[in-house]
């Protein structure tokens, strides 16, 4: 069998006149879009009002701006102090107390109070341990952290009140 490479039947295109597009034409003019012809292509730019004149006399401030303050590092760093100090107090006597039920099974079984083996007790001093990690973290939040935040939000306050005086 051959192949015969013209059509079975004449195409011949509609004249000019009689072509209409595939689909109907759209009812309304469409959206204005946020981006190019193609979503990933970027938008032309809308024109920018005119900057505003730069005031010829200003004031320049006594101190840095609050977000630039040496306060807050000081703050930040204390407050990574109180968090390590509580979470290493109490998961750091709590990893004792896996490392020596692993390892010295022998001292854990031992007893030091009567017949009460020293697992138990350890295992029961694990919540007084924690209550040392809690108090500890309320203490150093008291002694550290709590008067260095007190000291910005008052500035912070001051700075507020000074630019709406202005």
């Not at 309304?28 to 024109?47: I, K, N, V």
Request: hydrophobic share 40%.
């Amino acid at each position: 069998m051959s192949y015969d490479p013209s059509p079975s039947y004449p195409h011949r295109p509609p004249p000019p006149s009689q072509q209409r597009p595939p689909y109907p034409p759209p009812l309304h003019a469409p959206a204005p879009s946020l981006h190019g012809a193609l979503p990933w292509q970027p938008a032309e730019a809308p024109p920018y009002p005119p900057a505003a004149p730069a005031p010829t006399h200003r004031r320049a401030p006594r101190r840095a701006a609050l977000g630039h303050h040496s306060d807050l590092r000081v703050l930040r760093s204390a407050y990574r102090w109180q968090r390590r100090t509580a979470t290493l107090t109490a998961l750091g006597y709590f990893t004792l107390f896996l490392l020596l039920s692993a390892y010295a099974p022998g001292f854990m079984t031992g007893s030091l109070v009567g017949t009460v083996p020293t697992g138990l007790l350890l295992a029961l001093v694990q919540l007084p341990v924690t209550w040392l990690a809690i108090a500890l973290y309320e203490h150093t939040a008291r002694r550290r952290v709590d008067p260095l935040a007190d000291r910005i939000r008052k500035e912070a306050a001051l700075d507020a009140r000074r630019r709406t005086a202005r």
